[in-house]
């Protein structure tokens, strides 16, 4: 057998969601250069969104290692020469972007200062639709190597930001989804002798979006009402995490406590379901939202997507995106068999579908082609010696009101140096922590989904 020649790739991710962890991992092999034979070691990092063992199992991404560590410990680890990384993957909210950015900055000038110049290539993005807190996110995310925008929208909008505030913008690096795929939709024939399936819609739920009981027992209503109007079709309620889990975004209201209140039961054609979401896009005839990135893996695929409008078009729902997608309907539409026709420019703008519209044509390049330009950014990074010093935009000079408290967050001095009492990274945490730090997460955890619910309510009144 001849010697392999691809080169060995060490590419490390941090992440602090299951939704987080789904993306760095994928854009990790995405963007990996060709010719490349990568190990991949996981980081989810501590809080109250650290994925649980049934989420990682849902995600379906392998790692050739997984761990659990805080900001610190991951820091320190970092600055190992051991762990010389080729990629790094930084998968988090922004402030935790930001915090690591410095940290990591003050760890690999200590590096330095004994000779030791090698430093990962960093990368950063969103895991999905960028609807809130542009400037915000973004410029908090300022200071990696790339990062990715996950379309030509995405990429226009994030440098018109940058250099907006005179900050550096050629990081930004246009790419895709990474979870984009699956088989094309073919039109569902009931007449079909094999393969005979009812009609299945499925709405795709969002854990934050919307927030408030009313609008989620509203929808949760409507979706009932609508398997009562065709009990032919089987509806389908795609729920993102169990009661008590948490993922990217806070779920005080789950849609399964609503559905136990439902009058005399959900209908027989109704079904709560996990799992993951290609594997339940593989059935499904008409997917509907509010605004998930569910509805760009659907529109992929060119499975009919509908936006909902029952609750407004607002930034606050996120739904504002998809204005010009020719997605937006709402439950009565659906009730009365609208079936929506995507603007194929609109689809194509946004990275997905692009293999075989026309307006992806005219857009340029495909789904195929879309991570060429961060494989060759990486790729001639690795290869062009010692990589200069982070420098992302917010410093304690630019921003000495606000940058202190997101990296005091994290445990770390305005300088990216870890604060005195920081967790020890030198030993993994004894049975009584263990113990301890779950109950606490239990704690926390409850008291987002029930207390904090209530408390709300009484001060209404």
């Keep these: 057998m001849p010697a392999s020649t691809k080169k060995s790739l060490r590419v490390a991710v941090l992440a602090d969601s299951d939704t987080r962890w789904k993306w760095g991992a994928l854009t990790a092999n995405r963007i990996a250069p060709a010719d490349s034979d990568i190990r991949l070691d996981g980081y989810l990092l501590r809080g109250r969104a650290t994925p649980t063992a049934r989420q990682l199992e849902e995600v379906g991404v392998r790692a050739d290692s997984l761990r659990e560590v805080t900001s610190v410990e991951f820091l320190r680890e970092m600055a190992r020469e051991e762990a010389a990384y080729d990629v790094l993957v930084l998968s988090l909210v922004g402030g935790g972007v930001q915090a690591m950015l410095h940290g990591l900055s003050h760890q690999w000038r200590e590096r330095a200062a004994t000779g030791s110049t090698k430093r990962p290539v960093v990368v950063t993005g969103y895991v999905g639709v960028v609807y809130e807190k542009l400037a915000d996110g973004l410029l908090l995310r300022h200071g990696a190597d790339l990062v990715l925008a996950n379309s030509r929208q995405d990429a226009d909008r994030f440098t018109a930001v940058y250099e907006g505030v005179g900050a550096d913008a050629s990081s930004v690096t246009e790419v895709a989804l990474p979870f984009l795929g699956g088989a094309p939709y073919e039109k569902h024939d009931p007449s079909a002798k094999q393969g005979r399936r009812p009609y299945t819609v499925v709405f795709a739920a969002q854990p934050s979006v919307p927030e408030s009981r009313k609008?989620?027992?509203?929808?949760?209503?409507?979706?009932?009402?609508?398997?009562?109007?065709?009990?032919?079709?089987?509806?389908?309620?795609?729920?993102?995490?169990?009661?008590?889990?948490?993922?990217?975004?806070?779920?005080?209201?789950?849609?399964?406590?609503?559905?136990?209140?439902?009058?005399?039961?959900?209908?027989?054609?109704?079904?709560?379901?996990?799992?993951?979401?290609?594997?339940?896009?593989?059935?499904?005839?008409?997917?509907?939202?509010?605004?998930?990135?569910?509805?760009?893996?659907?529109?992929?695929?060119?499975?009919?997507?509908?936006?909902?409008?029952?609750?407004?078009?607002?930034?606050?729902?996120?739904?504002?995106?998809?204005?010009?997608?020719?997605?937006?309907?709402?439950?009565?539409?659906?009730?009365?068999?609208?079936?929506?026709?995507?603007?194929?420019?609109?689809?194509?703008?946004?990275?997905?579908?692009?293999?075989?519209?026309?307006?992806?044509?005219?857009?340029?390049?495909?789904?195929?082609?879309?991570?060429?330009?961060?494989?060759?950014?990486?790729?001639?990074?690795?290869?062009?010696?010692t990589l200069p010093d982070l420098t992302p935009y917010y410093t304690p000079v630019t921003a000495p009101g606000y940058l202190p408290g997101i990296l005091a967050r994290h445990h770390l001095a305005p300088d990216g140096s870890p604060l005195p009492g920081a967790p020890d990274a030198d030993r993994e945490p004894g049975p009584v922590r263990q113990i301890v730090r779950r109950a606490a997460r239990g704690a926390y955890r409850h008291g987002v989904q029930r207390v904090a619910p209530v408390i709300r309510r009484m001060g209404e009144l």
């Design 215 to 385: 609008d989620r027992t509203y929808l949760l209503n409507r979706l009932v009402q609508h398997a009562r109007l065709h009990p032919e079709r089987e509806v389908v309620l795609k729920l993102r995490s169990k009661p008590g889990e948490h993922t990217t975004h806070i779920e005080e209201q789950p849609y399964q406590r609503l559905a136990e209140r439902i009058p005399g039961g959900p209908p027989d054609n109704l079904r709560l379901v996990y799992g993951h979401m290609g594997e339940v896009l593989d059935r499904t005839d008409l997917l509907v939202t509010v605004s998930s990135t569910a509805a760009l893996e659907s529109l992929h695929r060119r499975i009919p997507t509908v936006v909902l409008t029952d609750l407004g078009v607002r930034e606050s729902l996120g739904n504002h995106h998809f204005a010009g997608s020719g997605c937006l309907a709402s439950w009565d539409q659906l009730d009365d068999g609208h079936i929506p026709s995507p603007d194929e420019r609109w689809v194509a703008r946004q990275g997905v579908a692009a293999a075989s519209s026309e307006g992806a044509q005219a857009e340029g390049g495909s789904y195929e082609t879309a991570f060429d330009a961060a494989r060759e950014r990486i790729a001639g990074l690795l290869d062009g010696g």
